[in-house]
């Protein structure tokens, strides 16, 4: 049998143009030491086997020497004449598709890769140094770059999208530009200007091509942003798309919670999902800083930055702290305040730049008293303050231009000021000056959109409208019914109802069903029911319209209604009709509907029954539906147990048992707790935990607890949940935490809630408020979504009203809600600790 020949030191990566096709042909045939002639006899014998396609005497010349261009069949004979293994094959194709005549070679404005200039791309031109003037700081290597550019040469054959992810001014744009530099320095690089350009690429896209996205996040929500889908395209043509990402609009992305109707949210998540993401960290590690330390010899840059020890090595290159103290201590407090209004509105969701006029406006609200003595070039000489390069670097302010370079439009704040005051300003809310000004004089419909919402998350709701309504006379009606929402709070229903109407009698619109619903409820308030009916009725929203019937005492007109509805068939119509009967008590509707079939019906009736002390009667309507209906064998099983009817429950859940049902073992262990056969149930759960990790939530509870220090070794996180919170109840809480600490320092979301409960229930209250504060400034632990909710629940638990104001201010979501509650009294959070288990135990099937 022959042997693959060794074809080490061809690349067919390099090829894009049809003479180096050619020429990497040649170099294979050489390489085998076969003649023209000698390759036309061996794909003879080759072809009448049925193996390939014929390949000439003629056709080879002409391969090897670029006279012809070969088809795929005719190449993949000339690859197995030259005995290129078939796991070979596919880099020979791509090259094959990349040198195919006509096909572009580069994008317009391409360059190469090793030609492209670090700071076009986003590298920070470094401080100023009298010795080092016409030098560049070298590279210190990072942790990072091995894995990076692993991944990059990866990338290469297939296409690939990576993705550094941090804080600004931690070098993420250096390390990427040097790995890329390193890795693919004769690819062509592609830099757009817009997602116009990136969807031109993506229509013609071209071989060897990097795209170059430093800062991705601002091609994400925008008015016109980039999608999954042309991502997705740019990947299957073998295009290499490299980008930077601030932690927290990762986080804010792919990592919080999703939101019902957040459609743009959710086509950012997948987008994000697509990259292979490497965190880069804000200070350098030990390994990192030894490196420095072999370089600050010979480097000013590197000897400068090691001398600060308060302030991270990249973030001194880059001038971070001469940037804060050029805003922190400018020479008066107009300089300062023209800062501070271009970091707030960046801060609250402009992420264009802002206007003069609009900085003129703002400022008022941060001088108060000193408005009456301004000087008359007060915003001149802030401008030229705030506008001038710190250290040769970057100004404070960037100034924009619309094409002509000596004029400038606009100017945003720098990244890093912008990082600096989320951290310093979080739980400053600006004053309505401020908020009036961005109404005023900010036009971006993505950026009003920002506004809105940031708003609202303050309780600032006439502003909240006011953004609101920029969009709406904009001719933007996709937010009607949150400005309704809004003018509605603040006891303007005449401008709700305008602002209403165009969404209600559009054609289609994206807030038709949120708007019919608040118009028909103003409609009403106003005695005007019977045009709610009309309305709700012709646009067929049929829950809203039986809640309004019912709501005006029409009750019965409503049960008519849905009657017809269910009679023209379908569950959900039925659904409806059964949760009316129930709503009004009806049993005796119910049963009719139960004895006919009726699913949804039975259900409500057994539920009705069970509330009123009949649980028997419940028990058999539910019985008959345990094999088919969703819910119905768990809520079988929870009535008997109620009833003391043990033995039954068991023989209900018993095929479930047998069946695998991660819940129905769960709730037989239960069962035999509750009628005293803990015993039982251990065994039975140990058993079962050892076979399905579904079950080790309930095993850590139900577990002896002497073997609990066992279990929790092994790794079992609720094990060490549950044996960390029995060391803290017995009084060894820096115990417990030395356990839980260093999980949540790395990055275990179940073990850093764990461990802001172990403090607050301990009496260390302050400790847990901190932690989750820290958390969610820092923006470098990803997984910190959840501390906002933790940390308002925590306030509201506690009747903190002043701090859970304070997160208002900072525009911590759900924070107003609780707020409002705590104002009116309530004491207890709603938000609870996670179950032990979810789900049915027939998931796959309808609801009962």
């Known amino acids: 049998m022959t042997r693959p020949l060794d074809v080490h030191g061809i690349d067919p990566s390099s090829v894009t143009t049809p003479r180096q096709l ?50 795929p069949e005719r190449l993949l004979t000339y690859l197995m004449v030259c005995q290129v293994p078939l796991t070979d094959v596919r880099p020979w194709r791509a090259a094959l598709e990349r040198a195919r005549p006509g096909r572009r070679s580069a994008a317009p404005g391409a360059v190469r890769v090793r030609e492209a200039l670090p700071h076009r791309l986003g590298v920070r031109v470094p401080i100023e140094f009298e010795e080092a003037r016409d030098e560049t700081p070298g590279y210190v290597p990072r942790d990072l770059d091995e894995g990076l550019r692993a991944a990059l040469a990866d990338a290469a054959r297939d296409g690939g999208f990576l993705l550094l992810n941090g804080r600004s001014c931690v070098g993420k744009t250096r390390t990427l530009h040097e790995a890329v530099l390193e890795v693919l320095p004769e690819w062509w690089l592609v830099q757009p200007a817009g997602t116009g350009a990136i969807r031109e690429l993506a229509a013609a896209p071209t071989p060897r091509t990097v795209l170059w996205l430093d800062e991705l996040q601002a091609h994400l929500g925008t008015a016109d942003p980039l999608t999954e889908g042309t991502v997705r395209t740019l990947l299957h043509a073998g295009t290499v798309i490299v980008g930077t990402i601030w932690t927290t609009e990762y986080q804010a992305r792919v990592l919080a919670p999703r939101r019902a109707g957040d459609g743009r949210g959710d086509e950012d998540r997948r987008l994000l999902e697509l990259a292979r993401v490497f965190d880069v960290a804000d200070a350098f590690t030990p390994a990192e800083h030894a490196r420095a330390l072999a370089r600050a010899g010979e480097d000013p840059w590197v000897r400068a930055a090691l001398d600060s020890a308060d302030t991270g090595f990249t973030q001194v290159l880059a001038a971070a702290p001469d940037l804060v103290r050029r805003w922190e201590c400018a020479p008066d407090p107009y300089a300062e305040h023209v800062i501070t209004a271009a970091v707030d509105a960046r801060r609250l969701g402009v992420h264009g730049p802002v206007s003069e006029e609009f900085l003129r406006a703002a400022v008022r609200g941060y001088l108060k ?107 933007d009606h996709r937010g009607a019914a949150a400005l309704a929402e809004e003018l509605i709070r603040q006891g303007r229903s005449e401008e709700a109802f305008e602002v209403l109407r165009p969404a209600v009698h559009a054609d289609w619109h994206p807030d038709r069903a949120r708007a019919t619903a608040q118009w028909a409820g103003l409609l009403a308030e106003r005695g005007r029911t019977q045009e709610a009916v009309d309305l709700l009725s012709a646009q067929g929203d049929g829950p809203e319209l039986l809640k309004l019937l019912v709501r005006v005492g029409r009750a019965d007109e409503a049960v008519q ?96 048992v047998a069946a695998g049902h991660s819940k129905a073992h769960a709730m037989l262990a239960d069962v035999l707790v509750a009628h005293g056969r803990e015993a039982e149930a251990v065994r039975h759960l140990r058993a079962a935990a050892a076979r399905d990790s579904n079950l080790h939530e309930q095993w850590a509870q139900l577990c002896p607890s002497e073997e609990l220090p066992a279990l929790a070794a092994t790794g079992m996180w609720p094990a060490i949940a549950r044996w960390t919170r029995l060391l803290a109840g017995q009084g060894h809480v820096d115990r417990a935490l030395g356990i839980v600490g260093p999980m949540a320092d790395g990055g275990h979301v179940p073990a ?31 997984r910190a ?64």
């Open 369 to 475: 008293d000193r408005r009456a003595v301004a000087p008359p070039d007060w915003l001149r000489s802030s401008l030229d303050y705030a506008t001038a390069p710190v250290r040769g670097v970057a100004p404070a302010l960037m100034p924009c231009t619309d094409g002509d370079m000596d004029v400038a439009t606009g100017y945003i704040a720098t990244d890093y000021l912008l990082q600096r005051a989320r951290e310093t300003r979080r739980a400053l809310c600006p004053d309505d000056a401020v908020w009036r000004a961005l109404s005023e004089h900010c036009h971006d419909p993505a950026d009003l959109q920002r506004l809105a919402r940031a708003a609202g998350l303050r309780m600032r709701y006439e502003q909240a409208a006011a953004f609101h309504r920029r969009l709406f006379d904009r001719g």
């Open 785 to 848: 979504w959840w501390a906002p909710e933790q940390l308002t629940r925590l306030l509201f638990a506690h009747g903190l009203a002043d701090e859970l104001r304070a997160e208002v201010d900072a525009g911590t979501a759900g924070a107003a809600e609780l707020l409002g509650r705590l104002t009116a009294g309530e004491t207890t959070p709603t938000v609870s600790r996670p179950q032990r288990y979810r789900g049915h135990i027939l998931p796959e099937y309808g609801c009962c």
């Open 561 to 656: 209604i849905a009657r017809r509805w269910a009679a023209g068939g379908g569950r959900a119509a039925d659904g409806h009709l059964a949760d009316l009967l129930a709503e009004l008590g009806d049993e005796e509707a119910l049963r009719a509907r139960a004895a006919a079939g009726q699913v949804n019906s039975t259900g409500r009736l057994a539920e009705l029954l069970a509330r009123r002390g009949r649980r028997d009667e419940a028990i058999a309507l539910y019985l008959p539906y345990v094999r088919t209906e969703r819910g119905a064998a768990d809520r079988v099983v929870e009535l008997l147990v109620e009833e003391g009817r043990f033995e039954e429950a068991l023989a209900v859940l018993r095929p479930f």
């Open 22 to 71: 050619a020429e990497q042909l040649e170099r294979l045939r050489v390489r085998a030491g076969l003649s023209y002639a000698q390759m036309a006899e061996r794909a003879g014998r080759i072809a009448d086997g049925g193996r390939c396609a014929a390949l000439s005497r003629a056709s080879a010349h002409g391969y090897a020497t670029g006279g012809q261009f070969p088809t």
């Open 752 to 782: 850093a809630r764990h461990l802001t409960e172990l403090l607050a229930d301990h009496g260390r209250l302050r400790e847990a408020l901190d932690l989750l504060r820290n958390r969610m400034a820092s923006g470098v632990l990803l």
